[in-house]
């Protein structure tokens, strides 16, 4: 019997996020306030999309491009 790949997260938290992509937690939650990162609210927990990270992540790197 194969094992099955683990399957890859849709969402994030905003720490998962900060260690995903090496920010600082409160770097996460600046983008947050300010809208430069969209989010949603399950229950009580706040989640980012790994899409929208990566978007965002992608927007820095072009913005900060020397």
């Keep these: 019997m194969t094992q099955a790949?683990?399957?890859a997260p849709?969402?994030?938290s905003p720490e998962d996020a900060g260690r995903m992509s090496g920010h600082a937690r409160s770097a996460i939650?600046?983008?947050l306030a300010?809208?430069?990162l969209p989010s949603f609210k399950s229950g009580?927990?706040?989640l980012i999309l790994v899409t929208e990270l990566n978007a965002w992540?992608?927007?820095l790197a072009k913005e900060?491009?020397?």
């Design 34 to 36: 300010s809208g430069q």
């Design 44 to 46: 009580r927990r706040r």
């Design 10 to 12: 849709l969402a994030v």
């Design 5 to 7: 790949a683990p399957l």
């Design 64 to 66: 900060n491009a020397r």
């Design 29 to 31: 939650y600046e983008a």
């Design 57 to 59: 992540l992608h927007r």
